[in-house]
């Protein structure tokens, strides 16, 4: 069992940033994979930004170069830094977490992001 929690949300300017935390609790492997997506209202859950246990990230293309994906291994904790924050960012963003080699994806509850002025 894994258990994730996210803190970071808030109301934020377009053109601001905001640092969202994920802590990680549980039984906890080396080896996985971490990621945020978001979901916008009336919109699918996407993909955001992953990094793998290596330290390879990889994101969607409508956040490269403005957000960045980081995790501390020791504190089990995955960031992610958002700036130059656009309307279209506003979303629910839910941290996930999956063993390497294994279909169990685990979710977090979710932090809403408004961006708008």
């Known amino acids: 069992q894994v258990q994730l929690v996210e803190s970071g949300g808030g109301l934020v300017q377009p053109g601001g940033s905001l640092r969202l935390s994920c802590a990680a609790s549980?039984?906890?492997?080396?080896?996985?994979?971490m990621a945020w997506y978001r979901q916008a209202p009336g919109k699918e859950r996407e993909l955001v930004a992953r990094?793998?246990?290596?330290?390879?990230?990889d994101y969607a293309d409508s956040v490269q170069g403005r957000f960045t994906i980081s995790r501390d291994n020791a504190k089990n904790t995955v960031y992610l830094q958002m700036n130059s924050l656009k309307p279209e960012d506003t979303a629910v963003y839910y941290c996930?977490?999956?063993?390497?080699?294994?279909?169990?994806?685990?979710w977090g509850q979710g932090t809403q992001v408004a961006v708008s002025s």
């Open positions: 996930s977490y999956r063993r390497d080699g294994f279909i169990q994806y685990y």
């Open positions: 549980g039984s906890i492997f080396s080896r996985n994979t």
């Open positions: 990094i793998r246990s290596g330290g390879s990230t």
